[in-house]
Structures are given as structure tokens and as C-alpha cells.
């Protein structure tokens, strides 16, 4: 059926509530499969709509993990479902229906699949592109083991255009593994699919026929019907003589309509035959059985709760003073170009991709190749800004290191989702890039306390003849106006934003990192009120290079230091300012704020904070016990 609408009161599904287990499900006859899916799909928009989160390409792959769950024997039978964005229906199904509508809330169910949630989940997921090598290292495994099971990699077309998909894929056909990879072909990732490999899809499909699988296992040919696909490139798509999967050396079978919940459970038990790589691939429409999604596929990715307050008008966001920036800096100098790794809606390109399509590279997710390909435009005097989430350029370090930093070229990366992303949880955290980056010879590496600040500091990295970082967090800034005129900052210098309590004799110095500026000035007013003290807080601006002028000068005065940051305390910029002074031979209490040595479980934004201590309340609370700590007699 389609929906128009998404329900505000639980749905009536009496079928799909005697299923508590995949084992409940396979009693079923195949004919009541289309049953359980429609009450799924009634009950994941119903779910969604209470919790907040993916949902366009939940809705999409109903039918598949219906057919998955009732054809093999999971959990000994092992599913991997790749980034894990269309999770929803697999969990509904193995044991956590109900618990569905805490999805991404503080001791909620998480995200993703996650092994520590459910045996059901057999691999943790996040990023994109994994499934393929986790599903092959389970298959080798089981070889190895001398155990009967059947391992299947679930991957959209979009994940399959990261290199290491074919990494996989390449290596499951040299071990002749027991591996079925399905491709959940619905023409997009978070954006429309882009590429050589999409094209390569449609070919396939404008071919007329899928290679079908009887019942006894055995190969043929048939017409496919004439479904629509809606790419906005495949119009371009030459016929192919050859196929891709087959010419790597993968049985190929499909495509197959992924909506049709009968055929695929008839395809996948017939499969379980067969041995040794075999690849199926089916059609599906994101946002599938719900009107608006399928009209809206990219709006309707994910969507917040239906019965959240309405946000007053608020600052902007950070990824949208990103796109703003990216504009202005275009017109005034020709040799920018901008790159994404799939991430265009995400980082606030859509603006710039209308209005300078020339100039405009999404290399789909291929966060390795998005970083050399800066690196090789630099190399022919152009001016490259690398667009990309802190959790993701994580996959290009080996780039960001020997391709462009090595070589001292001009890249300017603009990394968005920096610190703790909320509701996502560990998996998108982007709570590393400060350790990864400041190690590396020949990187500037700055973090702004607010929008504007965050403006001018992309102007400077832009201007800077080098690989410069501006880190930036998820969503709105503070408030502050924003300039039109972009100024470069003074490289590498900090700036005293605020002191209380200045006559006293002892002084506190907050050297505060990005946007944790903002909350230790409340945290300083409270604290020199309290303790009657004198504290001051530095915008630190830049993680490297590091201002040891000013902390030079903060060091004549200040009792104790303290550093605060949205990162985590190891190897961050707190370490940073405790190296300075080992090398400079400075001996003075210092305490450093930020995330401890662990993966924070997903609540929202402001509960990690408060939990990790970064909101203003705690960073004042930690300060107060190790200033009355210092003030503490020593015993004799």
C-alpha cells in the first residue's frame, strides 16, 4: 500500500506481533510475507515518526529484509548490513519492535546495528563500504572453522563505489569464499548515485533480462519488467557488453524487483544452493510505500520527530556558513575548486553546485580518493577545498599525510561534524581529528568559537600557501553577526575573549578550543563569583600552530591552567599546551577538559555534553575541585 501520511498512534499489526523471532517468521506461509511487510512498513513509519532518524531508505528495504530473516537461518546464518542506515526493519523483526521508537535516544537502541545490542547484529556498522571484507573475513572464518553457514553482505549502490567494496569483492572470488553479496540498487546514497559505476547499473538494466535462479538452483534467462529507474544520469549510460560483477568473477544474478517479498524469498533459498561468490541484485525506491518520501528521496533521508517543538529562528548553521563562504571565495578567485566525498546536501554545497557546476566535484563515498584528487588539482596551481566530516576524513589519513601534507600542497579542508554529533552516536563522533592532524609536519589546524569566527577563519586557511583544516561542529552557531568582509586571522594567534575578577591576586587561565569558547566564558563568570578569583578565558583559535607567546605571557599570573575542548583529552590540544610546556620547562597545575578514553553511546547533544563534563556547568565544576584541590594545605 501508500501511505500519505505518518501515524501519530501505534498501528494495528497482528501478524508482525507474533513475530518476536526470525524463527517465528519462518513458520510462516511465503504467501503471508506481503502481509508482514505492509504491517512492517506501517509500523517503521509509525516508529520513525516518534524517534526521529533514517527513514527514507528504511522504508525501502521492507521486502529484502523480510525475505533475509525468512530464508536464512539467522542468527547462525550471518547478515551484514552495510553503513546500517536501513537497519530499522532488521531489528523489527529480531526481538526489539517495540523498543524501536528509542532508536538514537539516550538508552535507546542505537543507530546501527551494534554487536553488543543484539547476536542478530553481527557486525558493527557506521561507515559505508565494510560489509563486503566483514562478511568475507566471517565466510573464511566459518571455512577455517569447518562451520555450515551462509554469510550475506547487504551494500546499496552507493556504498559500492567506494574502492574498498572491490577490495572485497576481488579478494572473496581469489578464496572461491561461500559469499553472497546483495546490491540493493535503489540509485542513490544520501544524494543521487554519481559516476562510471552508476551508468554501468543502468546499462544493466537497460539490457531487458535478469539472470534468474530456479528453484533447484540453476541459472536463466528472463525478460524483467519495465521498471523505471530515475537517476538523473543514467540517461547517458551506453549498453555494455560486458558485466562488471561477472568480470571479476562473481555468479550474477538479477535484477530482480526488490519490492516483490515472494521472489526474493524464492531467489535467496534457491541460492543457498549454490556455493562460492555469488552477487544478486535488486531494484528498490528509497522511502518506498510512503507518497512524500518516494517524490522527496534526498528531503527524506532522515526526518526528526513528528511531535518535536517547533525550533525558534535560530542561528545559522555551521555547514551553511560553510556553503555561504565557499561562494564568496569563488568570486573572488577563479582557481577554487570544491570536492565532497557524497556529501553535498550534508556540508552546505547545494547552493554552490547550482551556480558553479564546473567547478563542483562529488567523487561519491571515496573519502581516499576525494583527498588525492585535491592533492593532484594543487599540484596544478589550483586552489582545492576538500568538504568532508570529521569522522570520514578519517578514511583518508594515509592521503591527508603522504599525498597532500608531505608534498606541502594547497588544500584547505573544511571539516564539518567536529566533537560529539549527537543522536548518530560513536560512529560519527568526530572527536579524533585534533590527534590525527596536529601530528603532521606542515598542517595549520584551526577550530572557531562561532560562525563568524568560523568565516573568517575558511578565508584564512584558504589564503594559507599550504594544507590548512578548519574544524567546525554539527549544527547552529551561537547568534553572532556575521561579517560579509572576510579577513584573514593572524596565524597562529590567540586571543584573551574575556576575564573576571581581574584585581585579584591569583589567577585561573581557560585556554578554550573551538566551541567549547563560548560555555567557559559562562563557566568563568560562575567561577570567579564563587571563588572570588581571578579567571580568564583565551580563544585558542589555532591547535597548531600553537600561540606559545601567550602562553608564555599567561604564565607570569595564572595559579592554574586549564584546557577545555570538544575532543578527546589524549593527544588533543590539551596535550599540546602540556608538551609546550614540558619543552619550555614550565611547571604549573594544569587539568584538561574533554572526552575521556571511551565510545559515548548516543543521547542528544547537549546530554553527552553534560555528561562528559563540556557544558558550562561541568567545566566549572571541574575547575572548582581542582582550584580548591590546589588551595588544600600541604599535611606535613
Known amino acids: 500500500m501508500l501511505y500519505t501520511e505518518i501515524p501519530t498512534h501505534r498501528p494495528v499489526t497482528p501478524l508482525l506481533d507474533t513475530i518476536d523471532h526470525p524463527e517465528q517468521l519462518r513458520m510462516l506461509d511465503r504467501s503471508q510475507l506481503e502481509q508482514v511487510a505492509d504491517e512492517l512498513r506501517q509500523y517503521i513509519l509509525y516508529a520513525a515518526g516518534q524517534s526521529g532518524g533514517h527513514f527514507g531508505a528504511n522504508l525501502g528495504v521492507i521486502e529484502l529484509a523480510v525475505a533475509l530473516h525468512y530464508s536464512f537461518n539467522t542468527p547462525h546464518d550471518r547478515l551484514i548490513w552495510d553503513v546500517g542506515h536501513q537497519a530499522y526493519p532488521h531489528k523489527a523483526l529480531t526481538g526489539r519492535r517495540e523498543q524501536l521508537v528509542t532508536i538514537r535516544a539516550k538508552d535507546g537502541l542505537a543507530a546501527f546495528p551494534a554487536r553488543e545490542e543484539s547476536e542478530f547484529d553481527t557486525f558493527g556498522v557506521g561507515h559505508s563500504s565494510t560489509a563486503i571484507s566483514a562478511g ?124 516483490n517479498v515472494q521472489q526474493l524469498a524464492q531467489v535467496f533459498q534457491a541460492l543457498k544452493k549454490r556455493q562460492g561468490p555469488r552477487l544478486i ?64 546536501e550534508g556540508s552546505g554545497m547545494v547552493k554552490f553546485a ?39 576524513l578519517q578514511r583518508g589519513y594515509d592521503q591527508l599525510v603522504h599525498d597532500v601534507a608531505l608534498q606541502n600542497l594547497d588544500v584547505t579542508f573544511a571539516i564539518d561534524r567536529a566533537g560529539l554529533v549527537g543522536e548518530d552516536g560513536p560512529t560519527h563522533a568526530g572527536a579524533y581529528d585534533y590527534a590525527y592532524m596536529r601530528t603532521i609536519p606542515n598542517m595549520v589546524i ?48 590567540a586571543e584573551i575573549v574575556a576575564e573576571f575578577n581581574s584585581d585579584s591576586d591569583e589567577q585561573i587561565s581557560i585556554l578554550a578550543f573551538g566551541s567549547r569558547v563560548v560555555p567557559a566564558i559562562a563557566a568563568a563568570e560562575q567561577l570567579a563569583a564563587e571563588l572570588a578569583v581571578a579567571v580568564r578565558v583565551v580563544n585558542m583559535r589555532f591547535v597548531k600552530p600553537l600561540d606559545t607567546k601567550m602562553l608564555d605571557r599567561l604564565n607570569q599570573d595564572s595559579r592554574l591552567f586549564v584546557t577545555v575542548e570538544e575532543h578527546a583529552v589524549m593527544a588533543g590540544a590539551g596535550s599540546s599546551v602540556s608538551e609546550y610546556f614540558a619543552k619550555a620547562q614550565i611547571v604549573k597545575p594544569i587539568i584538561h577538559l574533554g572526552l575521556d578514553d571511551s565510545f559515548m553511546p548516543q543521547a542528544t547533544h547537549s546530554q553527552m555534553l553534560a555528561a562528559a563534563g563540556l557544558d558550562s556547568a561541568g567545566i566549572a565544576k571541574s575547575i572548582q575541585a581542582a582550584w580548591l584541590k590546589l588551595k588544600q594545605p600541604v599535611s606535613s
Not at 547517458?236 to 561477472?246: I, Q, R, V
Not at 596544478?380 to 576538500?386: Q, T
Open 136 to 259: 568475507l573475513g566471517m565466510a573464511l572464518a566459518s571455512r577455517y572453522q569447518n562451520i555450515q553457514r551462509d554469510v550475506v553482505a547487504i551494500i546499496g549502490d552507493g556504498a559500492m563505489t567506494a574502492g574498498m567494496a572491490f577490495e572485497a569483492m576481488n579478494d572473496a572470488v581469489a578464496h572461491n569464499a561461500n559469499l553472497m553479496v546483495v546490491l540493493n540498487d535503489n540509485d542513490m546514497s544520501i544524494s543521487c548515485s554519481t559516476g562510471g559505476f552508476a551508468k554501468h547499473l543502468a546499462a544493466i538494466w537497460a539490457r531487458g533480462e535478469s539472470i534468474n535462479i530456479s528453484d533447484d538452483g540453476q541459472a536463466y534467462v528472463q525478460p524483467h519488467p519495465e521498471w523505471s529507474y530515475n537517476s538523473r544520469l543514467h540517461c547517458a549510460a551506453t549498453d555494455a557488453a560486458d558485466n562488471l560483477f561477472k568480470a571479476i568473477g562473481f555468479d550474477y544474478f538479477g535484477p530482480f524487483d526488490g519490492h
Open 281 to 344: 541484485h535488486i531494484y528498490t525506491k528509497k522511502g518506498k510505500g510512503f507518497a512524500p518520501a518516494e517524490a522527496e528521496q534526498i528531503k527524506y533521508h532522515a526526518i526528526t520527530k513528528i511531535n518535536a517543538v517547533a525550533a525558534k529562528a535560530v542561528a545559522p548553521k555551521y555547514s551553511d556558513v560553510f556553503g555561504q563562504w565557499l561562494i564568496d571565495q569563488a568570486e573572488q578567485d577563479t582557481r577554487l575548486l570544491a570536492i565532497t566525498p557524497a556529501m553535498c
Open 354 to 392: 547550482k551556480q558553479y557546476p564546473e567547478r563542483f566535484f562529488d567523487v561519491a563515498i571515496a573519502e581516499q580518493h576525494a583527498v588525492t584528487l585535491a592533492a593532484g588539482m594543487a599540484c596544478e596551481g589550483l586552489k582545492p577545498v576538500v568538504a568532508i566530516y570529521s569522522t570520514f
Open 446 to 493: 584551526m577550530a572557531p568559537k562561532d560562525e563568524n569566527e568560523c568565516r573568517q577563519m575558511l578565508h584564512t586557511a584558504y589564503m594559507y600557501p599550504g594544507p590548512a583544516a578548519v574544524r567546525y561542529p554539527r549544527g547552529n552557531g551561537v547568534g553572532v553577526h556575521i561579517d560579509t568582509q572576510m579577513t584573514a586571522i593572524p596565524m597562529g594567534q
